[in-house]
């Protein structure tokens, strides 16, 4: 499976999503994660990226909302607790395995 980690420098929330990521790699193999640091709004529109951080699992980004815009701008996922900056690990477990 091979996962990318879209990001931009000034989100402090990547870092969390990134340990969380490496540690689902470990725990569940043949998990491939490419971090990919995007730099511009044109970057961003190119790669689809809607907000740091951004998981993309074999192309397709399992969090995304319909119409939610492209651009360098922090993300907000909905968890268990309320919104936070960055996935729970067990909302990325569940992106990796059952890619919701």
Known sequence: MN??????????????TARHLGLLAEELGNVDITHHLVHTHEEAERTAFRGSPSVIVDGVDPFAEPNTPFGLACRLYQTPDGPAGS???DQLRSALTTGR
Do not use: A, G, M, S
């Open 3 to 16: 996962v990318t980690l879209l990001y931009f420098d000034d989100c402090p929330n990547w870092q969390d």
């Open 87 to 89: 996935p729970t690990i």
